[in-house]
Protein backbone atom coordinates (compact mmCIF):
# COMPACT_ATOMS: atom_id res chain seq x y z
CA UNK A 1 0.00 0.00 0.00
CA UNK A 2 1.65 3.59 -0.95
CA UNK A 3 1.25 5.98 2.15
CA UNK A 4 0.07 8.46 -0.90
CA UNK A 5 -2.83 6.18 -2.21
CA UNK A 6 -5.27 8.99 -1.37
CA UNK A 7 -3.77 11.84 -3.19
CA UNK A 8 -5.80 13.09 -6.47
CA UNK A 9 -3.99 12.57 -9.42
CA UNK A 10 -3.63 14.41 -12.67
CA UNK A 11 -2.79 13.55 -15.75
CA UNK A 12 -1.08 9.63 -16.26
CA UNK A 13 2.02 9.21 -17.54
CA UNK A 14 1.40 5.65 -19.05
CA UNK A 15 4.23 5.00 -21.53
CA UNK A 16 3.46 5.00 -25.19
CA UNK A 17 5.23 1.95 -26.72
CA UNK A 18 6.95 2.41 -29.27
CA UNK A 19 7.71 -0.64 -31.80
CA UNK A 20 11.32 -0.45 -31.60
CA UNK A 21 13.18 -3.29 -33.24
CA UNK A 22 15.88 -4.99 -30.94
CA UNK A 23 19.12 -4.01 -31.94
CA UNK A 24 21.89 -6.67 -32.08
CA UNK A 25 20.76 -10.65 -32.40
CA UNK A 26 22.13 -12.34 -30.23
CA UNK A 27 19.87 -14.55 -28.19
CA UNK A 28 19.50 -13.95 -24.55
CA UNK A 29 21.72 -15.83 -22.00
CA UNK A 30 19.19 -18.07 -20.12
CA UNK A 31 19.75 -17.76 -16.63
CA UNK A 32 18.35 -20.22 -13.89
CA UNK A 33 18.40 -23.04 -16.32
CA UNK A 34 15.88 -21.68 -18.04
CA UNK A 35 15.04 -17.75 -17.79
CA UNK A 36 16.29 -15.47 -20.39
CA UNK A 37 14.11 -12.72 -18.65
CA UNK A 38 11.55 -12.29 -15.58
CA UNK A 39 8.35 -9.89 -15.93
CA UNK A 40 6.69 -8.87 -12.49
CA UNK A 41 3.43 -7.67 -11.33
CA UNK A 42 2.16 -6.36 -8.38
CA UNK A 43 1.96 -3.58 -5.80
CA UNK A 44 4.52 -1.19 -3.49
CA UNK A 45 5.55 -4.79 -2.15
CA UNK A 46 7.86 -4.89 -5.44
CA UNK A 47 7.53 -1.58 -7.36
CA UNK A 48 11.24 -0.59 -8.47
CA UNK A 49 10.66 2.67 -9.36
CA UNK A 50 6.70 2.94 -11.04
CA UNK A 51 5.04 4.73 -8.86
CA UNK A 52 7.77 7.46 -8.64
CA UNK A 53 7.81 8.19 -12.21
CA UNK A 54 3.74 7.55 -12.50
CA UNK A 55 2.76 10.54 -9.53
CA UNK A 56 5.82 12.46 -10.72
CA UNK A 57 5.26 15.80 -8.78
CA UNK A 58 3.54 14.05 -5.76
CA UNK A 59 5.07 10.99 -4.94
CA UNK A 60 4.50 11.37 -1.26
CA UNK A 61 7.64 10.47 1.31
CA UNK A 62 8.92 7.31 -0.92
CA UNK A 63 10.80 9.69 -2.37
CA UNK A 64 12.81 11.02 0.51
CA UNK A 65 15.62 9.54 2.54
CA UNK A 66 16.20 7.28 4.37
CA UNK A 67 14.20 4.98 1.60
CA UNK A 68 16.76 3.50 -0.15
CA UNK A 69 19.36 3.89 2.31
CA UNK A 70 20.54 0.82 3.12
CA UNK A 71 21.75 -0.40 -0.36
CA UNK A 72 20.93 2.15 -3.09
CA UNK A 73 22.31 4.79 -0.91
CA UNK A 74 19.14 6.86 -2.14
CA UNK A 75 15.41 6.52 -2.86
CA UNK A 76 14.44 4.91 -5.51
CA UNK A 77 10.93 4.52 -5.48
CA UNK A 78 11.13 1.11 -3.94
CA UNK A 79 9.09 1.33 -0.82
CA UNK A 80 12.00 0.14 1.17
CA UNK A 81 15.31 0.65 3.28
CA UNK A 82 16.81 -1.20 -0.11
CA UNK A 83 16.31 -4.17 -2.20
CA UNK A 84 12.62 -5.28 -2.46
CA UNK A 85 11.54 -8.91 -3.88
CA UNK A 86 12.14 -8.81 -7.51
CA UNK A 87 15.40 -7.13 -7.02
CA UNK A 88 16.83 -10.30 -4.85
CA UNK A 89 15.10 -12.28 -7.22
CA UNK A 90 16.59 -11.13 -10.71
CA UNK A 91 19.63 -11.32 -8.37
CA UNK A 92 19.48 -14.71 -7.53
CA UNK A 93 19.11 -15.29 -11.32
CA UNK A 94 22.04 -13.22 -12.36
CA UNK A 95 20.32 -10.92 -13.86
CA UNK A 96 20.39 -7.02 -13.13
CA UNK A 97 17.76 -4.95 -11.99
CA UNK A 98 14.84 -4.47 -14.08
CA UNK A 99 14.20 -1.41 -16.09
CA UNK A 100 10.49 -0.61 -14.25
CA UNK A 101 8.31 -0.44 -17.05
CA UNK A 102 7.52 3.43 -16.83
CA UNK A 103 10.92 4.36 -16.88
CA UNK A 104 11.68 1.93 -20.14
CA UNK A 105 11.60 3.23 -23.93
CA UNK A 106 12.14 0.63 -26.18
CA UNK A 107 12.41 -2.89 -26.68
CA UNK A 108 16.11 -2.68 -25.24
CA UNK A 109 15.28 -1.58 -21.70
CA UNK A 110 13.22 -4.75 -21.84
CA UNK A 111 15.73 -7.00 -22.83
CA UNK A 112 15.52 -8.66 -19.66
CA UNK A 113 12.24 -8.62 -18.56
CA UNK A 114 10.42 -5.36 -16.66
CA UNK A 115 8.28 -4.89 -13.66
CA UNK A 116 4.97 -3.53 -14.23
CA UNK A 117 4.19 -3.20 -10.70
CA UNK A 118 3.08 0.33 -9.08
CA UNK A 119 2.73 1.46 -5.66
CA UNK A 120 -0.95 1.32 -4.77
CA UNK A 121 -1.96 -1.63 -7.54
CA UNK A 122 -4.97 -3.69 -6.73
CA UNK A 123 -5.93 -6.56 -8.14
CA UNK A 124 -9.41 -5.49 -8.37
CA UNK A 125 -10.43 -2.57 -11.22
CA UNK A 126 -11.49 0.59 -10.04
CA UNK A 127 -15.03 -0.25 -10.21
CA UNK A 128 -15.14 -2.89 -8.41
CA UNK A 129 -14.23 -0.49 -5.47
CA UNK A 130 -16.33 2.68 -6.57
CA UNK A 131 -19.39 0.30 -6.46
CA UNK A 132 -18.82 0.09 -3.16
CA UNK A 133 -18.38 3.41 -2.07
CA UNK A 134 -14.57 3.12 -2.02
CA UNK A 135 -13.86 5.85 -4.98
CA UNK A 136 -10.86 8.50 -3.45
CA UNK A 137 -7.15 7.79 -4.92
CA UNK A 138 -7.42 4.87 -7.05
CA UNK A 139 -3.70 3.67 -8.79
CA UNK A 140 -4.62 2.80 -12.16
CA UNK A 141 -2.63 -0.04 -12.79
CA UNK A 142 -4.92 -2.89 -11.63
CA UNK A 143 -4.13 -6.56 -12.49
CA UNK A 144 -5.79 -6.01 -15.82
CA UNK A 145 -4.03 -2.76 -17.12
CA UNK A 146 -0.66 -4.50 -15.75
CA UNK A 147 -1.43 -7.08 -18.09
CA UNK A 148 -2.16 -5.19 -21.04
CA UNK A 149 1.17 -3.34 -21.01
CA UNK A 150 2.86 -6.60 -20.59
CA UNK A 151 1.31 -7.39 -24.03
CA UNK A 152 2.63 -4.29 -25.10
CA UNK A 153 6.03 -5.10 -24.19
CA UNK A 154 5.71 -8.33 -25.43
CA UNK A 155 5.01 -7.27 -28.81
CA UNK A 156 8.16 -5.32 -28.78
CA UNK A 157 10.33 -8.18 -27.78
CA UNK A 158 8.51 -10.54 -30.59
CA UNK A 159 9.83 -8.35 -33.44
CA UNK A 160 12.63 -10.39 -33.13
CA UNK A 161 11.82 -14.00 -31.36
CA UNK A 162 8.22 -14.98 -32.27
CA UNK A 163 5.61 -14.82 -29.24
CA UNK A 164 5.84 -17.92 -27.94
CA UNK A 165 9.50 -18.29 -27.76
CA UNK A 166 9.75 -14.78 -25.58
CA UNK A 167 6.77 -16.30 -23.32
CA UNK A 168 8.30 -19.61 -22.63
CA UNK A 169 11.63 -18.42 -22.40
CA UNK A 170 10.50 -15.66 -19.24
CA UNK A 171 9.29 -16.35 -15.27
CA UNK A 172 6.15 -14.17 -14.52
CA UNK A 173 5.57 -13.29 -10.58
CA UNK A 174 2.55 -12.35 -10.55
CA UNK A 175 1.98 -10.09 -7.49
CA UNK A 176 1.59 -10.15 -4.61
CA UNK A 177 -1.33 -8.70 -5.69
CA UNK A 178 -4.59 -8.17 -3.59
CA UNK A 179 -2.91 -6.53 -0.38
CA UNK A 180 -4.25 -3.12 -1.48
CA UNK A 181 -7.78 -4.59 -2.46
CA UNK A 182 -7.96 -5.34 1.24
CA UNK A 183 -6.45 -2.35 3.11
CA UNK A 184 -8.04 0.34 0.82
CA UNK A 185 -11.86 -1.11 1.99
CA UNK A 186 -10.54 -1.90 5.60
CA UNK A 187 -8.79 1.81 5.93
CA UNK A 188 -12.06 3.03 4.96
CA UNK A 189 -14.36 1.65 7.68
CA UNK A 190 -15.13 -1.95 5.49
CA UNK A 191 -15.16 -5.02 7.91
CA UNK A 192 -13.36 -7.78 7.63
CA UNK A 193 -16.90 -10.18 6.53
CA UNK A 194 -17.24 -7.22 3.97
CA UNK A 195 -13.68 -7.38 2.39
CA UNK A 196 -13.92 -11.38 3.16
CA UNK A 197 -16.65 -11.25 0.14
CA UNK A 198 -14.38 -9.80 -2.26
CA UNK A 199 -11.83 -12.79 -2.07
CA UNK A 200 -13.31 -15.03 -4.49
CA UNK A 201 -13.50 -11.59 -7.20
CA UNK A 202 -9.97 -11.17 -6.38
CA UNK A 203 -8.99 -15.29 -7.09
CA UNK A 204 -10.60 -14.63 -10.12
CA UNK A 205 -8.89 -11.86 -11.63
CA UNK A 206 -5.81 -13.73 -10.31
CA UNK A 207 -6.78 -16.60 -11.63
CA UNK A 208 -7.82 -15.08 -15.11
CA UNK A 209 -4.35 -13.51 -15.70
CA UNK A 210 -2.51 -16.69 -15.00
CA UNK A 211 -4.97 -18.12 -17.72
CA UNK A 212 -4.34 -15.44 -20.33
CA UNK A 213 -0.55 -16.27 -19.75
CA UNK A 214 -0.33 -19.43 -20.28
CA UNK A 215 -2.56 -18.77 -23.33
CA UNK A 216 -0.38 -16.77 -24.84
CA UNK A 217 2.88 -19.47 -24.07
CA UNK A 218 4.01 -18.89 -20.61
CA UNK A 219 5.28 -22.12 -18.85
CA UNK A 220 6.62 -21.03 -15.66
CA UNK A 221 4.43 -18.48 -13.63
CA UNK A 222 5.26 -17.58 -9.64
CA UNK A 223 1.98 -16.59 -7.59
CA UNK A 224 2.82 -15.29 -4.21
CA UNK A 225 -0.09 -15.26 -1.72
CA UNK A 226 -0.35 -12.26 0.95
CA UNK A 227 1.73 -11.44 4.26
CA UNK A 228 0.49 -11.76 7.66
CA UNK A 229 -1.15 -8.19 7.46
CA UNK A 230 -2.17 -8.56 11.49
CA UNK A 231 1.55 -8.76 12.22
CA UNK A 232 1.80 -5.04 10.42
CA UNK A 233 2.90 -2.56 12.89
CA UNK A 234 0.07 -0.03 10.36
CA UNK A 235 -2.82 -2.83 10.50
CA UNK A 236 -1.92 -2.54 14.37
CA UNK A 237 -1.94 0.73 15.00
CA UNK A 238 -5.31 1.93 12.83
CA UNK A 239 -7.12 -1.66 14.82
CA UNK A 240 -5.45 -1.43 18.08
CA UNK A 241 -7.71 -2.75 20.63
CA UNK A 242 -7.64 -3.17 24.40
CA UNK A 243 -9.61 -6.27 23.64
CA UNK A 244 -7.04 -8.86 24.20
CA UNK A 245 -8.70 -12.15 22.74
CA UNK A 246 -8.15 -10.49 19.65
CA UNK A 247 -4.28 -10.39 19.72
CA UNK A 248 -2.44 -13.70 18.96
CA UNK A 249 0.60 -14.81 21.00
CA UNK A 250 2.68 -13.05 18.98
CA UNK A 251 0.88 -9.55 19.42
CA UNK A 252 -0.70 -9.56 15.80
CA UNK A 253 -4.49 -9.26 15.41
CA UNK A 254 -6.00 -12.61 14.60
CA UNK A 255 -9.02 -11.39 12.11
CA UNK A 256 -5.91 -9.33 9.99
CA UNK A 257 -3.95 -12.52 9.69
CA UNK A 258 -7.47 -14.92 8.92
CA UNK A 259 -8.06 -12.47 6.44
CA UNK A 260 -5.34 -13.41 4.40
CA UNK A 261 -5.28 -17.37 5.65
CA UNK A 262 -8.40 -17.32 3.67
CA UNK A 263 -7.25 -15.57 0.77
CA UNK A 264 -3.95 -17.65 0.74
CA UNK A 265 -6.22 -20.74 1.20
CA UNK A 266 -8.81 -19.86 -2.09
CA UNK A 267 -5.35 -19.03 -4.15
CA UNK A 268 -3.79 -22.14 -3.57
CA UNK A 269 -7.18 -24.24 -4.68
CA UNK A 270 -6.90 -22.07 -7.80
CA UNK A 271 -3.21 -22.37 -8.37
CA UNK A 272 -3.71 -26.05 -8.18
CA UNK A 273 -6.43 -26.54 -10.59
CA UNK A 274 -4.76 -24.13 -13.33
CA UNK A 275 -1.72 -26.36 -13.04
CA UNK A 276 -3.71 -29.28 -13.62
CA UNK A 277 -5.41 -27.89 -15.97
CA UNK A 278 -1.85 -26.84 -17.86
CA UNK A 279 -0.13 -29.69 -17.30
CA UNK A 280 2.64 -27.88 -19.62
CA UNK A 281 3.28 -24.57 -17.88
CA UNK A 282 4.32 -24.54 -13.87
CA UNK A 283 1.87 -22.18 -11.83
CA UNK A 284 3.94 -22.45 -8.38
CA UNK A 285 2.12 -20.55 -4.94
CA UNK A 286 4.40 -18.52 -2.99
CA UNK A 287 4.16 -19.05 0.24
CA UNK A 288 5.08 -15.39 1.74
CA UNK A 289 3.23 -15.98 5.09
CA UNK A 290 4.83 -18.64 6.72
CA UNK A 291 8.45 -17.27 6.53
CA UNK A 292 7.14 -13.57 7.87
CA UNK A 293 5.70 -15.67 10.56
CA UNK A 294 8.40 -17.39 11.70
CA UNK A 295 10.36 -14.01 12.02
CA UNK A 296 7.72 -12.33 14.17
CA UNK A 297 7.53 -15.63 16.31
CA UNK A 298 11.37 -15.93 16.85
CA UNK A 299 13.37 -13.00 15.26
CA UNK A 300 16.29 -14.33 16.84
CA UNK A 301 16.46 -18.23 15.38
CA UNK A 302 15.54 -16.19 12.12
CA UNK A 303 18.81 -14.80 11.53
CA UNK A 304 17.58 -11.57 12.59
CA UNK A 305 19.51 -9.12 15.72
CA UNK A 306 18.60 -10.56 19.22
CA UNK A 307 15.93 -8.02 20.57
CA UNK A 308 14.41 -7.17 17.42
CA UNK A 309 11.07 -6.14 18.00
CA UNK A 310 8.77 -7.66 15.08
CA UNK A 311 6.03 -5.51 15.56
CA UNK A 312 7.64 -2.37 15.95
CA UNK A 313 8.29 -0.19 12.74
CA UNK A 314 12.13 0.71 11.93
CA UNK A 315 11.10 4.16 10.37
CA UNK A 316 8.17 6.23 11.63
CA UNK A 317 6.60 9.15 13.56
CA UNK A 318 6.87 7.27 16.63
CA UNK A 319 4.23 7.50 18.92
CA UNK A 320 2.26 4.20 20.06
CA UNK A 321 4.18 1.15 20.96
CA UNK A 322 4.54 0.33 17.04
CA UNK A 323 5.86 3.92 15.67
CA UNK A 324 3.31 4.21 13.68
CA UNK A 325 1.97 7.94 12.83
CA UNK A 326 -0.46 8.25 9.60
CA UNK A 327 0.11 12.37 10.19
CA UNK A 328 4.05 11.70 9.74
CA UNK A 329 5.04 8.72 8.39
CA UNK A 330 8.25 6.90 7.13
CA UNK A 331 10.79 9.92 4.86
CA UNK A 332 8.49 13.09 6.85
CA UNK A 333 9.99 15.93 9.01
CA UNK A 334 9.56 14.91 12.21
CA UNK A 335 10.00 10.93 11.34
CA UNK A 336 13.35 8.36 12.64
CA UNK A 337 15.00 5.73 11.46
CA UNK A 338 15.98 3.14 13.99
CA UNK A 339 19.93 2.50 13.89
CA UNK A 340 19.77 -0.60 12.15
CA UNK A 341 17.53 -1.47 9.66
CA UNK A 342 18.72 -5.33 8.88
CA UNK A 343 18.10 -5.79 12.16
CA UNK A 344 14.26 -4.27 11.76
CA UNK A 345 11.43 -6.92 10.23
CA UNK A 346 9.04 -3.85 9.06
CA UNK A 347 10.29 -0.94 7.33
CA UNK A 348 7.73 1.56 7.26
CA UNK A 349 4.57 0.26 9.07
CA UNK A 350 3.13 -1.50 5.87
CA UNK A 351 6.41 -2.54 3.82
CA UNK A 352 9.36 -4.88 4.87
CA UNK A 353 12.94 -4.20 5.24
CA UNK A 354 15.53 -5.68 2.48
CA UNK A 355 16.39 -8.06 5.32
CA UNK A 356 12.87 -9.64 5.53
CA UNK A 357 12.35 -9.58 1.11
CA UNK A 358 16.13 -11.60 1.44
CA UNK A 359 14.27 -14.17 3.94
CA UNK A 360 11.22 -14.47 1.34
CA UNK A 361 13.39 -15.09 -1.41
CA UNK A 362 15.08 -17.67 -0.01
CA UNK A 363 12.61 -19.57 0.71
CA UNK A 364 11.18 -19.50 -2.53
CA UNK A 365 13.86 -19.49 -4.68
CA UNK A 366 14.47 -23.61 -4.74
CA UNK A 367 10.77 -24.41 -6.25
CA UNK A 368 11.56 -21.64 -8.84
CA UNK A 369 14.56 -23.02 -10.47
CA UNK A 370 13.38 -26.55 -9.68
CA UNK A 371 10.42 -25.66 -12.48
CA UNK A 372 13.39 -24.78 -14.92
CA UNK A 373 13.40 -29.25 -15.00
CA UNK A 374 9.43 -29.45 -14.89
CA UNK A 375 8.23 -27.95 -17.16
CA UNK A 376 7.59 -26.74 -20.65
CA UNK A 377 9.84 -29.49 -22.03
CA UNK A 378 12.77 -27.56 -21.84
CA UNK A 379 14.10 -24.15 -23.83
C1 LIG B 1 0.00 -0.33 -25.96
O1 LIG B 1 0.13 -0.40 -27.37
C2 LIG B 1 -0.90 0.25 -28.07
C3 LIG B 1 -0.62 0.07 -29.54
O2 LIG B 1 -0.79 -1.25 -29.86
C4 LIG B 1 -0.91 1.72 -27.73
O3 LIG B 1 -2.00 2.33 -28.38
C5 LIG B 1 -1.06 1.88 -26.24
O4 LIG B 1 -0.93 3.26 -25.89
C6 LIG B 1 -0.02 1.11 -25.50
N1 LIG B 1 -0.33 1.21 -24.11
C7 LIG B 1 0.55 1.58 -23.23
C8 LIG B 1 0.00 1.75 -21.88
O5 LIG B 1 1.72 1.73 -23.47
C1 LIG C 1 13.57 7.01 -21.57
O1 LIG C 1 13.47 8.32 -22.07
C2 LIG C 1 13.51 9.33 -21.08
C3 LIG C 1 13.24 10.65 -21.74
O2 LIG C 1 14.08 10.80 -22.85
C4 LIG C 1 14.86 9.30 -20.37
O3 LIG C 1 14.91 10.26 -19.35
C5 LIG C 1 15.04 7.91 -19.76
O4 LIG C 1 16.33 7.82 -19.17
C6 LIG C 1 14.88 6.83 -20.81
N1 LIG C 1 14.91 5.54 -20.15
C7 LIG C 1 15.85 4.64 -20.35
C8 LIG C 1 15.74 3.37 -19.58
O5 LIG C 1 16.77 4.81 -21.12
C1 LIG D 1 20.39 -7.11 -19.64
O1 LIG D 1 21.34 -8.01 -19.09
C2 LIG D 1 22.64 -7.89 -19.62
C3 LIG D 1 23.53 -8.89 -18.90
O2 LIG D 1 22.99 -10.15 -18.91
C4 LIG D 1 23.17 -6.51 -19.42
O3 LIG D 1 24.41 -6.39 -20.06
C5 LIG D 1 22.20 -5.48 -19.99
O4 LIG D 1 22.65 -4.19 -19.67
C6 LIG D 1 20.83 -5.69 -19.41
N1 LIG D 1 19.89 -4.75 -20.01
C7 LIG D 1 19.10 -3.97 -19.29
C8 LIG D 1 18.20 -3.04 -20.03
O5 LIG D 1 19.07 -3.98 -18.08
C1 LIG E 1 -8.09 1.45 26.05
O1 LIG E 1 -8.54 1.81 27.31
C2 LIG E 1 -8.07 3.07 27.77
C3 LIG E 1 -8.50 3.25 29.22
O2 LIG E 1 -9.87 3.00 29.37
C4 LIG E 1 -8.63 4.15 26.87
O3 LIG E 1 -8.17 5.41 27.27
C5 LIG E 1 -8.16 3.89 25.45
O4 LIG E 1 -8.74 4.82 24.56
C6 LIG E 1 -8.54 2.48 25.02
N1 LIG E 1 -7.88 2.21 23.74
C7 LIG E 1 -8.52 1.71 22.70
C8 LIG E 1 -7.73 1.50 21.47
O5 LIG E 1 -9.70 1.43 22.69
C1 LIG F 1 -10.83 -17.00 11.91
O1 LIG F 1 -11.41 -17.81 10.92
C2 LIG F 1 -12.11 -18.93 11.40
C3 LIG F 1 -12.62 -19.68 10.20
O2 LIG F 1 -11.57 -20.05 9.40
C4 LIG F 1 -13.22 -18.49 12.30
O3 LIG F 1 -13.85 -19.62 12.85
C5 LIG F 1 -12.69 -17.61 13.41
O4 LIG F 1 -13.75 -17.11 14.17
C6 LIG F 1 -11.90 -16.47 12.84
N1 LIG F 1 -11.30 -15.70 13.90
C7 LIG F 1 -11.31 -14.39 13.91
C8 LIG F 1 -10.68 -13.73 15.08
O5 LIG F 1 -11.78 -13.71 13.01
Not at 1 to 16: E, G, I, N, P, Q
Not at 74 to 97: E, N, Q, S
Not at 308 to 330: E, I, M, R
Not at 344 to 355: L, N
Amino acid sequence: MTMAASRVFSVTHLLVAAYAVLGGSAQPQQRGGCFARVFSFGDSIIDNGNWLRYSASSPGTVASSPYGNTFFHRPTGRFCDGRVIIDHIVDALGIPFLTPYLAGNSSKDFVNGTNFAVGGATALGQDYFKARNIDDGFVPFSLQTQMSLLKNVTRMLSSEQGLSDVMSTSLFLVGEIGGNDFNRALFRGKSADEVTSYIPDIIAVISATVTELIGLGAKRIVVPGNFPIGCSPGYLTKFQTNDTSQYDAAGCLKWANNLTQLHNAALKVELALLGQNHPDAAVLYADYYTPVMSIVADPGKQGFAAGTKPLVSCCGGGGGPYNVDFGTQCGAKGSTVCADPGAAVSWDGFHFTEHVYKVVVDAVMPSVLASCGTAGGGN
